[in-house]
Every structure is written in C-alpha cells, then in structure tokens.
C-alpha cells in the first residue's frame, strides 16, 4: 500500500458543529502532517506530528485539534469553525521527519477533504 | 529561514514548444529541493527532487547554486503537462512551497 487515505472525501458542516477529518497510511512513514490549501493556492502547513507525537503547531487556532492515535492514523477535529476556513484539507506522510539530510524525504499526499463550512 | 520564490504565476504555450518554470530558493545551508505537480482533480504528487538528478515525465531541474536556482525545463511541451506546479524546499521538519505556477499547454 503506497497511499495516503482521507476521509470523508467532502464534508458540509455549520459553524456549531464538531466533525473529524481522518487520514491513513500503511507505508510506515514516521512523520504526518496536516496542510490547508486554498484554491489555486499552495498548501500551508498546519501540523507535524513525528513519531506520533506533535512536532510542530504553526499557530493554528485552537478549533483545529489534531490527534495522533498510532502511527497509521492521524485526525484532525473540528469545532465552531468560520466560513473561512472553508478549503481542501490534505493530509501527508514521509518517511522520516527530516529534510535536509539524505534527500530522501518525499512528501505523499492524501487526495484530499474538501470542507465547506456554511 | 527557506524560501522559494516563483515569480510567474501563469505560463502558457502551444504543443511542442519549450517550456521553463522559473524557482529561485534562499537557504543558509544546502537546500533539499523539489517539484510538486497538481493535476486538475489528482492529488498533489512528486515531480523531481534535486537529489535524483532525473528526468520524469521528460522535465528535468538543475540545482544552480551560484544562481539559487531551480528552474524546471521541458523542450517540448504537451497537453497533458498542463497542470499547477510548485517549487519547494525542506529544511529540518518543514517542506515550504512557493506560490505556484499554472502551466497551460495548447493544442
């Protein structure tokens, strides 16, 4: 299996809802990641976690809560979120949590959630 | 901190014509660069990394260190390259990307 898996592929939600966003990956990579992406723009990082434990938070707010159950799963939750934060939601994985070092690093990408936020 | 910089944000050309995507990266150290490429409605996939020095899909990219560059090339470009295509470096836990560039090719 060399896929990242996302589900669900599309999901509606009002602004007082909680819903989940789940992404996994069977390819023993140690390193996922959350990114958002806005159309025709790039993806912005919003979670690492490496090893199952949360690496690096880029200042996303707090109605975005990440969880790391193992090492295949990664969630992203969602709660009270805003009209804006209406995007593609991508998950991914490498297979260590470093660049800069063999070049080894390569970044698989989930296909995606689409999230709209009403 | 890394950086790229695509400084064009739409190229189009007819079939068979030369294509160059322009990327230019600021680094400290020595820089992990790749190509990601976004097919209309596939998900966002590795083109090139400069480690490979390979060529995919018949596009190659040069690390020219003197120019921090990281342009991708193709000399003769065909439909199905059109895409959104993005320049990124790694450094420690972080892949940046650039902003992009849509390539569209004519028949």
């Known amino acids: 299996d060399t896929e990242v898996t996302q589900t669900p592929k599309h999901l509606v939600m009002g602004m007082t809802n909680k819903k989940s966003l789940k992404c996994e990956q069977h390819m023993g990579h140690r390193a996922m990641y959350w990114y958002k992406q806005k159309a025709k723009k790039p993806p912005e990082l919003m979670f690492v976690y490496s090893y199952e434990k949360l690496s690096i938070n880029e200042s996303v707010p707090s109605r975005f809560s990440p969880e790391c159950p193992n090492s295949s799963l990664l969630n992203l939750h969602l709660h009270a979120l805003q009209p804006e934060d209406s995007a593609l939601y991508l998950c991914?994985?490498?297979?260590?949590?470093?660049?800069?070092?063999?070049?080894?690093?390569?970044?698989?990408f989930g296909a995606g959630s689409r999230l709209t936020v009403l | 901190a890394q950086r790229v910089t695509q400084p064009e944000k739409l190229l189009s050309v007819f079939k068979g014509a030369p294509v160059e995507l322009k990327c230019n990266y600021s680094?400290?150290?020595?820089?992990?660069l790749f190509w990601y490429v976004q097919y209309s409605r596939q998900r966002l996939q590795l083109l090139l990394r400069?480690?490979s020095r390979e060529s995919i899909k018949g596009f190659t990219a040069d690390l020219n260190k003197g120019e921090t560059s990281f342009h991708l090339k193709k000399p003769f470009a065909q439909e199905e390259d059109s895409a959104m295509y993005y320049c990124?470096?790694?450094?420690?836990?972080?892949?940046?990307f650039g902003k992009g560039i849509t390539l569209s090719v004519r028949p």
């Open positions: 991914a994985s490498t297979q260590g949590d470093h660049w800069g070092l063999s070049g080894a690093n390569v970044l698989t």
């Open positions: 990124s470096t790694g450094a420690n836990s972080k892949l940046t």
């Open positions: 400069h480690i």
């Open positions: 680094y400290s150290g020595s820089p992990e």
